[in-house]
């Protein structure tokens, strides 16, 4: 239940998941001791469903500004800063400037949902992590087929059909007599893919796309006509490509229409480190499609600054979702423990116990931030209850601070995403209460009747 209920958060925000695991890890906790205690299930789950309910009326209280402008590039780094923080220490700022500008390019219509696919990343091995670069298009990591390796302002055709000599569905037999006549034959073939290939150079494409093969012969007319030869091995890459540029993927050799046709403004070989790139690059300001290019000396590395990158993007989702943000570093979560202890005393009944442990839970997410800290937690957590007793609800723990200190974390810039809150408190509390729900443990046994035959050797194809 709780890991079903992180993967919603992936699906949800994208980032968060953590906090969903710690904190519905917390509530159970909480719930076993008050069960002992004497508390059936069901005055639990009607005090956890309470305690929830008001702490989603209360986190927008709790908010410490929102983005008034989603295209003001230093307002949307301060906020995705903290989320890439949490997976690169160190490299955050260059990070999220880095995302922003990649988000931006891509992010033009305020009334449209941001696309979180629209962002690629491309991994090449070697140089530091500082290298990372954006690019306006997209990178492949492959070379090109023919000679050609530089296209200006270039007109692209994209086919996902293979290059090469088209097979008639109908099997035919030839009988040739002589040398004369097998010449004639192959001939015929040629021209007419000489034909096809000199109509597409025709209508004036300088760059082809191919989803499949490219037949010798074809590259050598491809050549012949100054054609430059791309193949994608990756039905996705091409959908993507042709969205980049704006064409359509035809499924058969033809000369394409000037509305299948795409445009690019630079098409080119590049080589980064000694891999070799194709880059299909647009100059204008906003492109349907940008990559980060990640370097790095190891895979692990790389893997990391991706999984930030995928995180940091996902939070400008998030933001164009809900342009409100609330102060991290625990600071949220102490002051709704502190009003949902207050709620809980005003509430007449058994379920005040619940909804007690319920605020006693949000405290586990500044303890283990203490904890990873090598900090004594429950010094922190007195520290930061005193501050928010007198009113400083922005105050959290300082990470960066001498032993167990404590700040006004909003001045450092440590943010939080208001929709990354609401919907990790909303999915944690809800898989507490599903669990609780389950109070018999239901297992399923074989039924009677002789055993099913065991599967024979599997199919080469089965896999």
């Not at 980060?292 to 996902?314: C, F, P, Y």
């Not at 939070?315 to 207050?342: M, S, V, W």
């Not at 949000?362 to 922190?380: F, H, M, S, W, Y």
């Not at 990790?424 to 809800?430: D, R």
Request: one cysteine or more; aromatic letters at 6%; proline letters at 3%.
């Amino acid at each position: 239940m709780v890991v079903l209920a992180s993967q919603q958060m992936e699906q949800e925000i994208g980032d968060g998941t953590n906090f969903v695991i710690v904190f519905a890890g917390a509530l159970l906790n909480s719930a076993e001791e008050i069960l002992r205690m004497g508390l059936s299930p069901t005055e639990v789950i009607e005090g956890y469903e309470k305690a929830l309910k008001k702490a989603l009326e209360i986190l927008p209280e709790l908010s410490c500004g929102s983005i008034k402008d989603i295209t003001d590039k230093e307002d949307v780094t301060r906020v995705i800063k903290s989320s890439i923080m949490s997976k690169q220490y160190g490299n955050e700022d260059f990070f999220a400037k880095l995302v922003t500008e990649a988000c931006m390019s891509v992010y033009s219509n305020k009334k449209v949902v941001f696309n979180v696919d629209n962002v690629r990343v491309t991994k090449i091995l070697g140089s530091g992590v500082l290298s990372s670069s954006v690019l306006q298009g997209m990178v492949f990591k492959r070379n090109v087929e023919g000679n050609i390796t530089k296209v200006s302002n270039a007109k692209v055709a994209c086919y996902t059909c293979p290059i090469d000599y088209m097979q008639t569905e109908t099997k035919g037999t030839v009988l040739i007599k002589s040398a004369e006549e097998l010449k004639s034959f192959s001939k015929g073939e040629e021209s007419q893919l000489e034909q096809q290939i000199k109509a597409i150079a025709d209508s004036g494409c300088t760059v082809v796309v191919s989803g499949g093969k490219v037949g010798d012969m074809a590259l050598h007319f491809l050549n012949k006509y100054n054609i430059m030869v791309v193949r994608l091995l990756s039905k996705w890459d091409l959908r993507r490509l042709c969205k980049t540029i704006n064409a359509t993927a035809l499924p058969r050799i033809t000369p394409p229409t000037t509305h299948e046709s795409g445009h690019c403004d630079q098409v080119m070989v590049a080589e980064i480190g000694d891999t070799s790139v194709v880059i299909f690059k647009q100059e204008k300001e906003e492109s349907a499609i940008s990559t980060v290019v990640i370097r790095g000396s190891t895979d692990n590395l790389m893997d990391d600054v991706e999984k930030a990158v995928d995180d940091g993007v996902n939070t400008f989702r998030a933001l164009t979702r809900d342009n409100r943000y609330l102060p991290g570093a625990g600071a949220t979560e102490i002051e709704l423990a502190k009003r949902l202890t207050e709620y809980g005393d005003s509430c007449p009944g058994i379920e005040q116990y619940a909804i007690k442990k319920f605020a006693e839970a949000l405290e586990d997410i500044p303890r283990t931030l203490a904890e990873n800290a090598g900090v004594k937690a429950t010094e922190v957590l007195s520290k930061l209850y005193a501050a928010h007793q007198e009113g400083k609800q922005n105050v959290g723990f300082d990470i960066e601070g001498e032993g167990s200190a404590v700040k006004d974390i909003v001045q450092d810039g440590v943010l939080d995403p208001y929709l990354t809150k609401y919907w990790s408190l909303k999915l944690a509390g809800t898989a507490a209460v599903t669990v609780l729900r389950v109070d018999q443990i239901i297992m399923a046994k074989a039924a009677g009747g002789p055993k099913a035959p065991k599967p024979g050797p599997m199919d080469a194809d089965d896999d």
